[in-house]
């Protein structure tokens, strides 16, 4: 082996152009890598994701074509004016979002990422590194806007008889749009770091306390501090007038919505080229600003993305200490009559989840929104004209329920096993079944869903004033959409595990995940389903409908014959999930 | 070469490097040793721009790291502890884009330290595939693509095979007899002792220790010691 290297050319810094083609190139070859083995390997997932993202597009093109339609013929609301506030409310709520995710964004992309660490040992400048990230930042948080946003637009058009061109303005007005909010947030990731790196933890404070506090007073704007009924022309004129902060020129979703306006606008006695003309100059106006703006971030980026880092690098570390103990104690003390393995256990996945923020904190909020939803329900049950509803929705609430449940399974529950993979020495050589751990799995899984899905399902049938016989149906129905979401996560995590990854939401969005997701999706709808339709014919029956063909003693034995159908159900996935997971568990080498 | 003049850096409070000077001229293999938590990765990445000194400053090949890194980042490689690989590349397509990187246009400087590390067989799959001797391979033959005149090495030999470990003192023996000026750190005391021309022992931010093998060995024998036991006994006072 020679150490010397034929050396044809020196080596020399690159310029600016030069850079940029190689990173073009970095990008490309990711990118074509990426979906080559994506539809190789997993094309299930591949087509699950662009079937759902096909379905998302169509379901919010045909509400707001509906919705565009009926406030053009039916409610005679469909003026300019009302769709200059919707537009810009909408718009402005997505420029924050926008904002907030570019700067989470690159602050994971530039300050946490090893392949950063790499490239500032090397000679490739801070801006073009910054312009590497920032790319994917908007790429990133793009794709998201353009799936929201185009079929409010499209719908728009198709509603007002726009001309081609506006469909041909619309891509490059959301994507020079998209630009601003990103290089905004890019700024301010930017400058924070600089100026506060040894702040960081008060600064994530006061942000999720910015972003709760705007997320807040936008529902309480819109839902509670009202002085009309819920969904009536008067709430809606009266949110409109609440929310016109949003029509502020100086808003660059303001000039959005203005571009997309004019040239959808067809007046008599208008020339056409004066609304494509005056729409191109709003695409000029938020052309340039994206482009000042990613100047900025990337002359910025240039003076103080080594000194930042440095300093984020070298900023005095917390070292984490372990408080709420009692909790522990507090555990222990409820389980002490069960089995000291499974006690250990379902301790240990207990202390797991409560010292990782990530996991309880995406649970938080989605209980939460739904706990805020039900909290507004009454409103529902006044509104509704028909008392049947009522029963209806009571079991939608379920699906939802259901439905966030199967996701945290997916993305928590599923790939805990992996993750033990990893570490399974550690399990597989103590004195114990490995049954026991998979058991430990499903009863922590099981019973840390039901305590608050049930008292969510408890807090919806209040507000609708159900029968005591439809909550007790309810809550055996969430008990069996709990046990059974649980053991497919458990027995699918123990027979495909992903022990390679190491990132859980790796896992989670593999091949395994993917089915657990769809497996726990037609679990839920059949449970459901099974319970809620002649519970619901039953309600019907009662109300005085269909008695013609049923009587309540039909509906009644029906209902029973579905609620034992679902418990059948339920058993049976509950065994078989957990009997397939044993099987496979058992067969694991470490 | 690298210089470090009366270089000082902190984490909050803690002091890391504390008022260092050392010089390793070209051609040398530095040993850098000591306990962890020592201060050794963070002198290293303060020579290849990853860090930056509160007070002195650090110099590769006379250009300050801090005022003008790119210059001195175009003459140094650096090999952390854990190298940074693209999944989804192959090993051919990185060696391509570091090459690029530094302007250095066409295949033949990849083909030729893809020949040297023998990594024919499997260097057009994706580097994800990799076992970790089959990454520091790619490693080394990427950092040393544009023939630096300083390679810093971070804990080179850790989680490598025999066979793998010998590739690399080889190597590096090699780089420094061509001139190259090699900054390694490691835990390993006979590492240091088999290849390193001069060793340095930093103990809580300061070097306790610079010489030769020759010197450590001297300083041991008037101390009756062995070298481990000389080695405990500098690292153990400080702790």
Known sequence: MSPESPIAEPPRLLNLVEEARLYRWLHRSILKTTLRELLATSRLRASLAAFMSMVIWVALFFIMLEGFFFLQKEAGAFTQETVEKVFNIFYASLMIMLFFSSAILLYGGIYQSQEVRFLMTTPTSPERIFQYKFSEAVFLSGWGFILIGSPMLVAYGIVVGANWYYYVLLLPLMIAFAFIPTGLGAIVCLATVHFFAPLRRPIVVVSALTVFGLVAWSVWTVFFSRQNELLTPEWFEETMIRLSTAENRLFPSWWLCSGILEAARSESGRLEYQSWAQAILFFALLASNALFLQMIASLLAGRILFVSYNRLQTAVRHRRTIGFRWLDQWMTKILSSSPTAIRLLLIKDFRLVRRDPLQWAQFLIFFGLVGLYFLNIKSIQDAAPFAGWVNLVSFLNLLVVGLILSTFTTRFIFPMISLEGQKFWILGLLPIERETILRGKFLFASIGTFLPSSLLILLSDSLLQLPGTIVAVHELVCLLLCAGLAAIAVGLGASIPNLRAISPSKIASGFGGTLNLVLSAVYIIFIVGVAAGPCHLDALVGLGHLSEFFSPEKTQTAMLIGILIAVAVGIWTVYFMLRIGFRAFRQMEF | ?239
């Open chain 2, 1 to 239: 070469m690298i210089e470090y003049h009366g270089v000082s850096r902190s984490y909050g409070d803690r002091l890391a490097v504390d008022h260092l000077d050392l010089s390793i001229p070209a051609g040398e293999l530095f040993a850098f040793l000591g306990p962890n938590g020592a201060g050794k990765t963070t002198t290293m990445k303060m020579a290849v721009g990853l860090l930056q000194p509160n007070q002195g400053h650090v110099r590769v090949c006379g250009h300050d790291v801090a005022k003008e890194p790119r210059e001195a980042k175009s003459k140094l490689s650096y090999v952390p502890d854990e190298p940074h690989l693209y999944d989804k590349l192959t090993g051919r397509e990185f060696l391509q884009f570091i090459s690029d990187m530094y302007g250095m246009h066409g295949t033949e400087h990849a083909d030729c330290e893809i020949e040297r590390f023998g990594m024919g067989k499997f260097i057009d799959e994706l580097t994800e595939t990799y076992s970790h001797g089959m990454k520091q391979r790619l490693v080394f033959a990427s950092a040393f693509l544009h023939k630096p005149e300083v390679l810093v090495v971070d804990e080179p030999m850790v989680g490598l095979d025999p066979q793998n470990i010998r590739l690399v003192k080889d190597i590096l023996r090699a780089q420094a007899a061509a001139g190259t000026t090699v900054f390694m750190s490691t835990h390993a005391l006979e590492i240091a002792e088999e290849i390193g021309d001069r060793i340095g022992i930093i103990v809580g931010g300061r070097i306790r220790f610079l010489g030769t093998l020759a010197d450590l060995k001297e300083k041991c024998r008037q101390q009756n010691s062995t070298l481990e036991e000389m080695f405990l006994e500098m690292t153990h006072e400080e702790n």
